[in-house]
């Protein structure tokens, strides 16, 4: 006999598998609810989890919802299964991201491919070498990026010295506003307190200050590093050419947000797979003012989502997840 749906215990992994999926400071904006019956996996928004000084509209939000959406999509086709997606089900609800049903056999067999790289990504904010990415490993990125139906473009000089300014002013505009840092700061975890909290962004992950170079890196530290004590990290010369992705999307509503962070998480789980260490950089995209800039130019136009880095860089750890039976509910 065929089993027309999964048991808890496997949906339950693949819940596991999700929530390894990058957020805005980590602070893992998911619930997920499983009903055994109907077969279905609800992905819900959790608003005590949202920025509203960073990140008003919630677009990060969805963007780390639509990440964890796609880690649960490779996961079933790991397997065997298929998940069929609907977004935004319920428009009454808008807390209501997404609906998944599961189905066999699995039509799209390449994300079965990307499941190792699940576990192996990380937010590497360490100096990346000045070895170049590949062009082929670029039209990869690129391929991933567009199969979600996104568009990830790499700037060219001119234009990357743009995005680099407007990420420099975006650091400045944030320096000045207290409640931005104040947000921040609550999702910024001191030392010593790492173990204690399954959220956030640790101490040992901020990397060491940028002494000299140009990659986009965000300073988690602030001027007087954790708290008000001193930034005692080393300091340490980045890339003056850094390689960087601006991934876009063709329309700016909460639909295209998800769709935005299925894509920007099959780019970083490809990249993963490429041997690449990845930055992700929202800093402009946090300031209207700045956001519309970062645009590609020449070949597409169209609303940028996220400012991706890419390169060479050594191993990092892991950052702290909440438990599963923390954010999902069966019924």
Known sequence: MTTRTPD????????GDAVLAPSMHNAQPWRFRWTP??????????????MPHSDPAGRGLHLGCGAALFNARVAAAHAGWEARVRLLPDRSDARMLAELTFVRPVEEEALDLLYPAISRRRTNREPFTDEPVAPELRDGLSGAARAEGAHLSFPGAWHLDTVLDLIGSAEAAEALAPAVREEIARWTVGRGAEESRPDGVPAYAFGPRRYDGRAPVRDFAGPLGSGSRPDARASAVFERSPCLAVLETHDDGPADWLIAGQAMERVLLQATL?????????????????????RDPVSYGGHPQMVIRLGYGPEVPTTPRRPVGDVLEVE
């Open 37 to 50: 019956d109907t077969g279905r996996l609800l992905l819900r928004r959790d608003p005590a989890r949202s």
């Open 274 to 294: 490429d041997g690449l260490a990845t930055t992700l950089s929202s800093q402009a995209l946090e300031w209207p003012e700045l956001r519309w800039a970062l």
């Open 8 to 15: 808890t215990a496997t949906v339950t992994s693949w819940v």
